[in-house]
């Protein structure tokens, strides 16, 4: 079956930057994008970005350009979120998912506190 | 960016009663292979959404039948038929007609 597995929560100082993966499995990882959601305490639901996993291309709203990375790995079948410069406003759960929302991962809590 | 206005922002109904909620985009949102490009999610509490309707008004896979989804241009609709226990949580849309894909702010299901 296809899951979506995120890396553990993590606690970061303000400055520092933090990497969320995402293992994929059950399915051909090549053949679907996933895209990045992230969601603050208490707000809703903000889309972040897409990347393909065959090739790499990928495309990250404006705000967040600059500060975010997104990579793949097709020899583990992972994606990565790299986020650089972290600030007390990036506390959020991170999610990803394979295009079209169909398969989610469990999020991942990044909190950034000094 | 296309901008999904979502209302009303909560909806407290009886077990039985339907729900319905409205999503409009600021712009089109249907390819030019005639698919309108809006999906419906519910976020139940502590955990990722899950999708209940795509292109508009396809169920997804074990969405149960009382979950709908209609409209076209601009202006959608999630419909739930029958209110029960577990559909309360958070209602999102979601445009995937053009980058930057955006989200609806969300509506609020609750039991009265």
């Known amino acids: 079956q296809v899951q979506l597995v995120q890396s553990e929560s993590e606690m970061k100082r303000p400055g520092t930057s933090v990497k969320v993966s995402c293992k994929t499995s059950g399915y051909t990882f090549t053949k679907f994008g996933i895209i990045w959601v992230r969601q603050a305490p208490g707000q809703g639901l903000e889309w972040m970005g897409w990347?393909?996993?065959?090739?790499?291309?990928?495309y990250l709203v404006e705000r967040l350009q600059g500060r975010v990375a997104l990579t793949s790995d097709t020899s583990t079948s992972t994606v990565h979120m790299e986020l650089t410069r972290l600030t007390f406003d990036d506390t959020a759960i991170f999610y990803c998912?394979?295009?079209?929302?169909?398969?989610w991962g469990q999020g991942t809590l990044v909190t950034v506190s000094s | 960016d296309i901008v999904m206005t979502q209302t009303p922002l909560s909806l407290s109904v009886s077990p039985g009663q339907p729900a319905v909620i409205s999503c409009k985009s600021s712009?089109?949102?249907?390819?030019?292979?005639?698919?309108?490009?809006l999906y419906w999610f519910l976020q139940k509490p502590g955990q990722p959404p899950q999708l209940l309707i795509y292109e508009a008004f396809n169920r997804f896979s074990g969405v149960p039948d009382r979950f709908s989804g209609s409209g076209s241009g601009t202006d959608f609709t999630l419909k739930i038929s029958r209110l029960e226990a577990e559909d309360v949580g958070l209602y999102y849309c979601l445009q995937n007609f053009q980058l930057p894909f955006t989200f609806g702010g969300g509506t609020k299901v609750e039991i009265k």
């Open positions: 998912a394979r295009s079209g929302g169909t398969f």
């Open positions: 990347i393909n996993p065959d090739n790499g291309r990928n």
């Open positions: 712009q089109s949102i249907r390819n030019d292979d005639g698919k309108t490009l």
